[in-house]
Each structure stands twice: as C-alpha cells, then as structure tokens.
C-alpha cells in the first residue's frame, strides 16, 4: 500500500514539474525572446519531453508530449493563438514532433524497465543465496519446517508464507509471518491435484504452470507447487509483496529441497534411536542371560544336593544357605531391571522428609547385606543431623555404590563410607581397597551396560548398577562422580542437595 | 573299587564352586578348585587331575585359550561349562580340544552323566582302538571293516563305515561338523556340512532302527554329533 502511494504522490510531483517546464519554455521563447522558429521551438519542447521521459513514468511523458504539442500549436504556428493551421509545412513539423516524442518516451520507458527489472532480479537472487544459506543451516529436524517457512518469509519480506504437506488426506501446515490467514483446505488439494496431473514449462513467464491464486479476506494468497525434479510434494502459499512468477518457482524449489533434507535429517534420527534401542536390548539380554544362569545353576543343584542321600548331613546347611544367598542375587537382579525400567519411563518420584544421613547408611547397607558380608565396612558421619531429602532413593543409589565397591574390591578389605553437609548438600563418599578405576574407563563409567576393560570377563557384574546410581541422583537433582584415591582403591562421591523442596508441596506418593 | 577320580574344578564364580564342589564329593570324586586359568593352568601341570571342569567366563583369560592350553600340555578329559549360551564358544572350546560341554544352567545329573562317560571313556581307551565295538544290537569290527545289527550284516560304503567308526571310537561324546568333516574329507571339506548331512542320513537309514527317531547316532544342534552307547 505505501508503494502505491509514494507513486502516486511522485507522479503527481512529476506532472507538474513537467507542466512548469513547459510553460517556463512558452513564456521564455514566447515572450521574452520571441522566437517564431518552428525548429527551434520544437526541439526546446523536444528536450522537456525527453527530460520527463528519463525521469517519469510512461503515462506523464505521453501526456508531457501531447501538452507540448498544444503549446507549439496554440504559441507559436500560425494563426498564433488559435488551434488551427495555415501552413501545410506546419502540420508536419506538429506531427513529426509528437512522433519523435512519443517514440522517446516510449524508448525511455523501455531502457528504465529493463533497468528495474535487472535490479529487481538481483535482489531476489540475493534473497534466494540467503535462503539457501539458511536451509544449508538448518539441522534441528524436529523445527525444520517452522523454521524454513520463516525464512522464507524474512528474506522475501513476504507478509505470510505456509508450507502446506500432505498427508493422509489431510493438510500439515507450517506457517510464518505477520499475517494470519485461514488457508481453504479444498483449494491446496485442488493445486496439488492439478500440480500432479500436469507439468508445463510458460516460457514466456519462464514458470512452470501449476501457479495458482487464492483470495482470503481479500488479500491474493498465490499457491505454488513444491516439486522435487518433478514429482509435487506439497504446496507453497505466499501473500504480501509481489514476487515474480520465475522467482517464486526457484524458490519453490529451494522450499522443496528444504522439506526433503528435513525428511532426511528425521528419517536418519529416527534410524539412529532405533538402532540404540536395538543395542540395548541386546545388551540387556546378554547381560540379564548372564547373570540369571549362574545363580540358577547353583540353585538347582543346591536344591538337589540337599536332597541327595550322598551329601554328609553337615553339607546341608551350607547348601541351604547358598541357595538363599543366590536367590538374594537374583531378587537384587531383578530389582535392577525393574529400577530400570523406571528410570527410562521416568516414573520415579521423589518425597523429602526429614531425615539422619546415619539412617539412609543403615538402610543402603541392609540392601546389600549379603554382598558386603565378606568386606569390613568402616563408617564415618558428621555431622549426623536431619537433612531434608529423599531417604529412599538416596540409600538406593548408596547401596548400588557399596555393591559395587564389594564386588571389585578384594574380599576382606575395608570399604569406607563418609559422609558429612556441604553447601552443595548431603556428600557421602565410598571409598574400596579395589585397583581402581582405569583411566580409559572413566569417561564411560556410567554408561548403560558399560563394564571397565579389566572386569568384562567377569562373570558377575551387569554394568546396570552405576547407571542407575546416576539415574536416580538425576530425579533427585544430585551427581555422582569418581576418582581414584590416594591410597589406590576407587572413590565414589554422591552429592544430593538438601531441603531444596521445600517450598514444594508434600511430594507425591509413589 | 578303584582310586578315586580327581576332578579340577575351573570357575570363578564362587556360587558354583559351593554347589558343584559337594555334589562331586558326595559322588565319591576328589574335588579341586581353581578360580583362574592360570590357577588352572598351574594345576593341571602340577597335580595331574584325572578330569577338568572348566568354565568359559574366566577373570583372567578367554576360557577356550586355557582349554587350548591344557589339551597342548595333557591329554586330560576337559568338560566345558558354558554360560554364554551361544554355540560358537562351545562349538570353539571342542575344536580346540574339550572333550564335552554342559551349558548352564545344568543340572546335577547331566554333569555327573557327562563326567562318567568321559572318565570310563579313559579307562577303556585302549581297548577300543581295534578289535570289537558293541553298542546295543550294533556291532563293529574295525578289522574285518563289518558292521552287523542283531543278525544282520549292514553293508556300508567306506566312507560311511569312516564316518561311523569315527563317532564310534569317540563314542558319548561330541564330534564338531568341523571335526568330523576334518577326519573323514580332509581339511579342505570343513566349510561343506552339505557333505556330512547326507552322509549321516545315509547311515542313519542303514543302522538305526528307526531313521526318524535315532537311537544311536544322534544330532547336537548345531554343534555336533554323538555316538551313544547307553
């Protein structure tokens, strides 16, 4: 709306600049000078024609021409001051005047039109390098489309942009500028349908045909199919300032190619999760298969040797108690794959109370009673006040450290367990007698399945463990980390923050 | 009765150790244990077992690399325990000399059956490399190249009488594909089992009584065959 004005208003200043030269060379030739020269007079009013024509639009160098004609006429041919002719000579210097102006200006607007439009098409080209450039950075797939109908939009300064793709008889439609417009579903289908049936290449308006336009709340929506080479994919819809039609369909295209390298980038992620989730399927049976076979086939014959008539009576015990302490293994197995599962649902919730650290030490050592039995457990606590936090999940995660510290350390040794309040909250470390953690280990020790190089061929030890140690410090907005001590064996530290929650309500039963 | 056997148990799991441990001794063995292979290694060499036990999953070494060790050193029965549950370990821990596998979980039964066919296979040893084979019905005289069921002789083409005096001679336990392909075709033939299935149909047809459902020569899923005698 602004353009037309301003051209209006500048056509407008044009004609009366034009109409002040005129009469500015009929009052100079005229009176001041008295030239009755035809030839003259005619080539002064020539040079405003051709002055006008340079400047001004078509229509104001016509009219420009046709005015100057009636000066000459009505000023200086004879009977001057009348619309009549007596000479026949004076006739054809009027009409080879008007010609000559006319062809001018009509050459004027030729060359200017050629000039704008080579402008015009610079700058689109520009638009489009910029968009491309744009597309070329696009990564994120989840936003692509969003992001690509924004584009569009800024670097053509279009008022509104849709990328409208079909799928399953319906429309998805990502929009972008500063315009809302209720885009009619049937009219996208029709486009799309007439874009599939036929291709035509309008060497005139150097587009393919297909281009179609629409008009909501009165505003002219065009609609442009998306092709790769030549197959259409889905519909562009573009409003606000007029783009030329050749540009809108290399812009198509650019679009096209766009919403293709976004399918891709989706398709390939898609692919990739797929694949993790297949590894760590594997990884689970293997590690599950593993270490159900060996308690069980101590179990069973356990079991059987209990029967046995063959077995000294003295025997018996010990076979009974073997047989609890694997089932308690495989109980702890179980809990493990259960936990999990949790944690990759997310279904852990988490409820602060008031708590001893000595309490969550006591509850995480009872957990793994069994496997700490051949270790010396040192503990050490200080302060020993009540801090704020989830008591539960706090001595689940201490109790996969102390497991840990048991099962690679040598049976006998010490494990240390100390814990004091930081700022950061409640730390509690756990310290083995073990060799430690290898170097090459560190970075992945936390890892889903992950076991330290030494200790793969170790029947026992599922890599499940440490990753929900960090598991369920993450919902409890805690960390775990790992160095080696001083004095060799590997040290575990949990941070958990403490009365964090507060200001939260009761936190939800689970 | 004979000196008692003495079995080296190879596993590091000491779940394992405080079942399988009794159920030996209960059953009239002398039961060592060795929770490494190099514990294993040192063992076999020292104390001359009679029969190992060797886990696959060993802390320190692969445990087909230690039954490869032992079978270079002693000719001693190795049976393997295999947790793995894929057949290639087993399959491997065979070629490279076991003599037997369990996989767990096992029971009780299908151990000790395993240990006492390997351990009367030690002692007949020398007996059965010529002479008379018996098992059941079936007859084999490994002189006279005559295999005779009941009262019938059976007439065998050489390679089938190869075949079937080869599993004999290694009777109750497993002969790998690639044992068996190795022995009777040579070692160019042991990527080519479609040699061996038809072979032991073929034989199948002509000493087991009901082809369908043998008696005597019996398949290991992909791993093997056995020749059983009981």
């Given at each position: 709306?602004?353009?037309?004005?301003?051209?209006?208003?500048?056509?407008?200043w044009?004609?009366?600049?034009?109409?002040?030269?005129?009469?500015?060379?009929?009052?100079?030739?005229?009176?001041?000078?008295?030239v009755?020269?035809?030839?003259?007079?005619?080539s002064?009013?020539?040079?405003?024609?051709?002055?006008?024509a340079?400047t001004?639009?078509?229509?104001?160098?016509?009219a420009?021409?046709?005015?100057?004609?009636?000066?000459?006429?009505?000023?200086?041919?004879?009977?001057?001051?009348?619309?009549?002719?007596?000479?026949?000579?004076?006739?054809?210097?009027?009409?080879?005047?008007?010609?000559?102006s006319?062809?001018?200006?009509?050459?004027?607007a030729?060359?200017r039109?050629?000039t704008?439009?080579a402008?015009?098409?610079?700058?689109?080209?520009?638009r489009?390098?910029?968009?491309?450039?744009?597309?070329?950075?696009?990564?994120?797939?989840?936003?692509?489309?969003?992001?690509l109908?924004?584009?569009?939009?800024r670097?053509?300064d279009?008022e509104?942009?849709?990328?409208?793709?079909?799928?399953?008889?319906?429309?998805?439609?990502?929009e972008?500028?500063?315009?809302?417009?209720?885009?009619?579903?049937?009219?996208?289908?029709?486009?799309?349908?007439?874009?599939?049936?036929?291709?035509?290449?309008?060497?005139?308006?150097?587009?393919?045909a297909?281009?179609r336009?629409m008009?909501?709340?009165?505003?002219?929506?065009?609609?442009?199919p998306?092709?790769?080479?030549?197959?259409p994919?889905?519909?562009?819809?573009?409003?606000?300032?007029?783009?030329?039609?050749?540009t809108?369909?290399?812009?198509a295209?650019?679009v096209?190619?766009?919403?293709?390298?976004?399918?891709?980038l989706?398709?390939?992620?898609a692919?990739?999760?797929?694949?993790?989730?297949?590894?760590?399927?594997?990884?689970?049976?293997a590690?599950?298969?593993?270490?159900?076979?060996?308690?069980?086939?101590?179990?069973?014959?356990?079991?059987?040797?209990?029967?046995?008539?063959?077995?000294?009576?003295?025997?018996?015990?010990?076979q009974?108690?073997?047989?609890?302490?694997?089932?308690?293994?495989?109980?702890?197995?179980?809990?493990?794959v259960?936990?999990?599962?949790?944690?990759?649902a997310?279904?852990?919730?988490?409820?602060a109370?008031?708590?001893?650290?000595?309490?969550i030490?006591?509850?995480?050592?009872?957990?793994?009673?069994q496997?700490?039995?051949?270790?010396k457990?040192?503990?050490?606590?200080?302060?020993?006040?009540?801090v704020?936090l989830?008591?539960?999940?706090?001595?689940?995660?201490?109790?996969?450290?102390?497991?840990?510290?048991?099962q690679?350390?040598?049976?006998?040794?010490?494990?240390?367990?100390?814990?004091?309040?930081?700022?950061?909250?409640?730390?509690?470390?756990?310290?083995?007698q073990?060799?430690?953690?290898?170097?090459a280990d560190?970075?992945?020790?936390?890892?889903?399945?992950?076991?330290?190089?030494?200790?793969?061929?170790?029947?026992?030890?599922?890599?499940?463990?440490?990753?929900?140690?960090?598991?369920?410090?993450?919902?409890?907005?805690?960390?775990?980390?790992?160095?080696?001590?001083?004095?060799?064996?590997?040290?575990?530290?949990?941070?958990?923050?403490?009365?964090?929650?507060?200001?939260?309500?009761?936190?939800?039963p689970? | 009765?004979?000196?008692?056997?003495?079995i080296?148990?190879?596993?590091?799991?000491?779940?394992?150790?405080?079942?399988?441990?009794?159920?030996?001794?209960?059953r009239?063995?002398?039961?060592?244990?060795?929770?490494?292979?190099?514990?294993?290694?040192?063992?076999?060499?020292?104390?001359?077992?009679?029969l190992?036990?060797?886990?696959?999953?060993?802390?320190?070494?692969?445990?087909?690399?230690?039954c490869?060790?032992?079978?270079?050193?002693?000719?001693?029965?190795?049976?393997v325990?295999?947790?793995?549950?894929?057949?290639?370990?087993?399959?491997?821990?065979?070629?490279?000399?076991?003599?037997?596998?369990?996989?767990?979980p096992?029971?009780?039964?299908?151990l000790?059956?395993?240990?006492?066919?390997?351990?009367?296979?030690?002692?007949?040893k020398?007996s059965?490399?010529t002479g008379?084979?018996?098992a059941?019905?079936?007859?084999?005289?490994?002189?006279?190249?005559?295999?005779?069921?009941?009262?019938?002789?059976?007439?065998?083409?050489p390679?089938?009488?190869?075949?079937?005096s080869?599993?004999?001679?290694?009777?109750?336990?497993?002969?790998?594909?690639?044992?068996?392909?190795?022995?009777?075709?040579?070692?160019?033939?042991?990527?080519?089992?479609?040699?061996?299935?038809?072979?032991?149909?073929?034989?199948?047809?002509?000493i087991?009584?009901?082809?369908?459902?043998?008696?005597?020569?019996?398949?290991e899923?992909?791993?093997?065959?056995?020749?059983?005698?009981e």
């Amino acid at each position: 709306m602004t353009v037309m004005a301003s051209r209006g208003a500048a056509d407008r200043w044009h004609v009366a600049a034009a109409g002040v030269a005129l009469a500015v060379v009929t009052l100079t030739l005229g009176l001041w000078l008295r030239v009755s020269n035809a030839a003259i007079v005619s080539s002064s009013f020539l040079l405003v024609v051709l002055v006008v024509a340079a400047t001004s639009r078509l229509w104001v160098a016509v009219a420009t021409s046709v005015a100057a004609m009636l000066c000459l006429n009505f000023f200086f041919l004879p009977p001057v001051g009348t619309f009549s002719i007596a000479e026949v000579q004076n006739w054809v210097v009027l009409f080879v005047f008007l010609a000559v102006s006319l062809v001018a200006s009509n050459l004027s607007a030729v060359a200017r039109a050629r000039t704008h439009e080579a402008v015009g098409r610079r700058d689109e080209l520009a638009r489009l390098f910029d968009l491309s450039r744009d597309v070329l950075q696009m990564t994120d797939s989840r936003e692509a489309l969003s992001v690509l109908a924004r584009s569009v939009a800024r670097r053509f300064d279009l008022e509104y942009v849709a990328v409208a793709l079909p799928r399953a008889g319906e429309w998805d439609i990502f929009e972008a500028g500063a315009r809302t417009i209720a885009l009619d579903r049937r009219e996208l289908t029709k486009a799309f349908a007439s874009a599939q049936t036929s291709l035509e290449f309008d060497a005139y308006a150097r587009t393919y045909a297909g281009h179609r336009t629409m008009t909501v709340d009165e505003q002219v929506v065009r609609l442009v199919p998306l092709r790769v080479g030549t197959k259409p994919i889905g519909i562009l819809a573009a409003a606000g300032r007029e783009v030329e039609a050749g540009t809108l369909d290399t812009l198509a295209g650019v679009v096209a190619i766009a919403i293709e390298r976004a399918q891709f980038l989706e398709e390939r992620k898609a692919g990739e999760l797929t694949r993790q989730s297949e590894q760590l399927k594997t990884a689970l049976l293997a590690s599950i298969g593993h270490d159900l076979r060996t308690p069980l086939t101590a179990i069973r014959i356990a079991a059987s040797n209990i029967q046995a008539p063959e077995i000294a009576p003295d025997e018996r015990f010990g076979q009974a108690d073997l047989i609890l302490s694997e089932v308690e293994r495989l109980s702890r197995l179980f809990q493990n794959v259960l936990e999990m599962a949790r944690i990759d649902a997310g279904a852990i919730a988490t409820e602060a109370r008031w708590t001893h650290p000595s309490e969550i030490v006591a509850a995480a050592r009872d957990q793994v009673e069994q496997t700490l039995r051949e270790h010396k457990v040192e503990v050490r606590i200080d302060p020993d006040e009540p801090v704020r936090l989830d008591p539960r999940l706090t001595a689940s995660a201490l109790a996969h450290l102390l497991e840990n510290a048991a099962q690679y350390s040598p049976s006998g040794s010490t494990i240390g367990i100390f814990s004091r309040v930081t700022d950061e909250g409640l730390t509690i470390e756990v310290r083995d007698q073990g060799p430690g953690i290898a170097p090459a280990d560190l970075p992945r020790l936390f890892d889903r399945f992950y076991r330290g190089a030494a200790s793969r061929t170790r029947a026992s030890g599922t890599g499940m463990g440490l990753w929900i140690v960090r598991g369920l410090l993450a919902v409890e907005h805690g960390r775990v980390w790992v160095e080696n001590g001083t004095d060799g064996g590997a040290q575990f530290t949990i941070v958990v923050p403490v009365g964090v929650r507060e200001a939260e309500p009761a936190g939800s039963p689970l | 009765m004979a000196p008692r056997s003495r079995i080296l148990l190879v596993d590091d799991e000491v779940a394992i150790q405080r079942a399988v441990a009794p159920l030996l001794r209960s059953r009239g063995y002398d039961v060592e244990i060795a929770g490494t292979g190099a514990e294993a290694l040192r063992s076999v060499a020292a104390r001359t077992p009679d029969l190992v036990v060797l886990d696959l999953g060993l802390p320190d070494v692969e445990g087909t690399h230690v039954c490869q060790q032992i079978r270079a050193k002693s000719a001693v029965p190795v049976i393997v325990l295999s947790a793995r549950g894929s057949e290639a370990d087993k399959v491997n821990a065979l070629d490279l000399g076991a003599d037997d596998y369990v996989t767990k979980p096992f029971g009780p039964e299908e151990l000790l059956a395993r240990i006492r066919v390997a351990l009367r296979r030690l002692e007949s040893k020398d007996s059965e490399d010529t002479g008379v084979f018996r098992a059941g019905a079936l007859t084999i005289d490994y002189d006279r190249r005559r295999v005779v069921r009941g009262d019938t002789e059976i007439r065998l083409t050489p390679k089938e009488f190869e075949l079937l005096s080869l599993l004999a001679k290694n009777h109750d336990r497993v002969l790998t594909h690639r044992a068996v392909l190795k022995a009777v075709w040579g070692a160019n033939a042991v990527e080519q089992p479609e040699h061996l299935w038809t072979l032991v149909a073929q034989l199948r047809k002509k000493i087991e009584p009901d082809p369908a459902n043998p008696k005597y020569l019996l398949s290991e899923p992909w791993v093997g065959y056995r020749f059983v005698t009981e």
